[in-house]
């Protein structure tokens, strides 16, 4: 059975939670990636910014869903969730926009359960964690070589 050390990509494009929104968008783009980890001076993953991050800032912020029961009016979303995808909108630096505390695999995982976590969670690229830091990652197309091989 394939471990995910065997094919993961080690060489990572990271940023800082600092890195301002349009300088990681641009990494993106330069290097054809759809996400990178976010990692502190010591290499310890925070978190993950996606493209799907940086496109919630150009949407339009929805108007919050209410009904009125009695005179009172009840919203039908949580005010926190509103507030986290409204503090996402208006990011200016990838600490603020990022996924906290994203979903890992270890290098020992096998590839068939980084397989099975990017087809149930719908993930592109999974960060490879070991000691509380940042090794590498496994994208889909290192999945899909193993199919070759």
Request: glycine residues 8%.
């Amino acid at each position: 059975m394939q471990k995910v050390k065997e094919i993961m990509t080690r060489e990572v494009v990271t940023v800082g939670p600092e890195t301002e929104i349009g300088a990681a968008a641009a990494l993106m783009l330069e290097n054809h990636v759809n996400g990178l980890p976010v990692v502190d001076a010591d290499g310890r993953l925070l978190g993950v910014i996606t493209q799907s991050d940086l496109i919630t800032q150009q949407k339009r912020f929805p108007l919050p869903s209410v009904f009125t029961l009695v005179g009172g009016v009840i919203p039908l979303r949580s005010q926190e969730r509103m507030e986290q995808e409204l503090a996402k909108m208006s990011a200016a630096t990838v600490g603020e926009a990022m996924t906290k505390k994203p979903r890992t695999v270890g290098p020992e995982d096998s590839v068939e359960a980084v397989a099975t976590l990017m087809v149930e969670k719908k993930f592109h690229t999974v960060p490879v964690v070991e000691n509380n830091r940042l090794v590498g990652v496994v994208g889909k197309e290192d999945v899909l070589r193993t199919v070759l091989a």
